[in-house]
């Protein structure tokens, strides 16, 4: 009987199929490999342009000391009523976070003092964005009298944790911040740069809290899951290409 080569090469075909290892989970057509799912894609925090997607502190509209001028979000300390209340204050993202990467460029001012406040717990037990969020400190080193005070430079996790290596720009310059939480692993990254990566809510957490400014305050570092803010210490200070994953 005659026989075509393409009858040939299908029959070579199926019978290298059925022949093929089996693996744990199947068969050889068991394993092609499907796609990856795309990962989770960044979110814009801000648009550039309006204050949507934050708050005061404590409720209500952001303050007028905070306004928006050429895709930047700033702080316009100089003419704001008082710190910390009146115009100003700290401001939230309306959304909480659990697991995240978040990530945004600063820039302080002379002898300024700023801070990215993380993991906080909004509610009217707690005065403060900072009774229970960690801080990634934002400050003009060189200037302001808390550059002299290890573990309160810039890119510390403040009064707790100094920075591996000095990486903040000279004052006036853009600086890229990092924080990511995941899983109770925090990392915080300057310019590029690992600057601390520790593990919360462990024993040796705790003993580290302890032995900060933070150890009255019952519901520091306790949240799992909070806001991110951005604070108000009274300086100029600007902010842009604010961005979170969720992880």
């Known amino acids: 009987m005659r026989v075509s080569y393409l009858s040939v090469l299908a029959a070579a075909g199926l019978l290298a199929a059925c022949s093929a290892p089996k693996s744990e989970e199947g068969t050889a057509a068991d394993t092609v490999a499907v796609a990856a799912e795309p990962a989770e894609e960044w979110i814009s925090l801000f648009d550039g ?21 050429n895709g930047e979000l700033y702080l316009d300390a100089a003419n704001k009523e008082s710190w910390q209340e009146g115009d100003g204050g700290d401001i939230v993202t309306n959304e909480e976070y659990e697991n995240f990467h978040f990530k945004t460029e600063w820039k302080i001012s002379p002898n300024g003092n700023s801070g990215i406040i993380f993991l906080v717990h909004e509610s009217p037990e707690f005065e403060r964005t ?8 934002v400050l003009d080193n060189d200037g302001h009298p808390d550059g002299k005070i290890i573990s309160h430079r810039a890119g510390d996790l403040y009064d707790l944790i100094i920075s591996s290596q000095e990486m903040a720009k000279p004052v006036g310059e853009w600086n890229q911040a990092e924080v990511i939480v995941n899983q109770g692993k925090l990392d915080l990254i300057l310019n590029g740069v690992t ?15 302890a032995d900060s400014k933070f150890k009255d305050m019952p519901g520091f570092g306790k949240y799992k899951k909070g806001k991110i803010a951005l604070q108000d210490h009274g300086d100029v200070v600007h902010y842009r290409n604010i961005q979170i994953k969720k992880l």
């Open 195 to 209: 600057v601390v990566s520790t593990t919360l809510w462990t024993p040796e957490w705790d003993a580290l809290v």
């Open 130 to 137: 900072y009774h229970t969020g960690l801080e990634m400190q």
């Open 49 to 69: 342009q309006t204050l949507n997607g934050w708050s005061k502190y404590g409720g209500g509209e952001v303050g007028k000391a905070w306004k928006v001028e």
